[in-house]
């Protein structure tokens, strides 16, 4: 792992409330962690290196405009979800993206029809593009996530009505 895939991990990590991860490859180990009171931390963050990265400030800082919008994203999950909806959810951090490409259309749409195998988006993670099927049959209800933003892992992504 070279010292800008790091530098990604740590900036993925940052954007995510992910509290840990650790890495093994070939007898080498990357432990990141990020801080426990994310609220406190804004002004405390020089102070303060927990990441095991030699960036330990960026991390810490880049942590704390997190929680406002998570605390955003429940507050919007409550208004469709029925009883009768599945959730897909991110099967890992990255970046994610509705279309393959800024110029191409988006893979699903509200209203859509979806079966298992279907390519419902794009998470971006470590400069690798991984499609994420769906795994249920139905009709998209809902997109949770805005184009081009951050997800963190079993955030949810998409509701739909089998």
Do not use: W
Request: aromatic share 4%; net charge negative.
């Amino acid at each position: 792992m070279d010292f800008k895939q790091i530098q990604e991990l740590i900036k993925m990590i940052n954007k995510s409330n992910i509290g840990e991860v650790s890495i093994e490859e070939k007898g080498f180990k990357l432990t990141i962690r990020q801080k426990e009171e994310p609220v406190q931390q804004v002004i405390a963050a020089p102070v303060h290196t927990q990441p095991i990265a030699t960036m330990a400030a960026p991390p810490v800082v880049a942590a704390q405009p997190q929680p406002a919008p998570a605390a955003e994203k429940p507050a919007k999950a409550p208004e469709a979800p029925a009883g009768n909806t599945v959730t897909i959810k991110s099967p890992m951090i990255g970046t994610f993206y509705r279309s393959p490409s800024p110029d191409k259309p988006s893979f699903v749409n509200v209203g859509d029809e979806i079966a298992p195998g279907k390519v419902v988006c794009i998470i971006e993670a470590m400069k690798l593009f991984n499609e994420i099927e769906s795994e249920v049959q139905g009709k998209i209800v809902k997109v949770l996530v805005e184009d081009a933003s951050p997800v963190e892992y079993d955030q949810p992504l998409f509701l739909v009505e089998p």
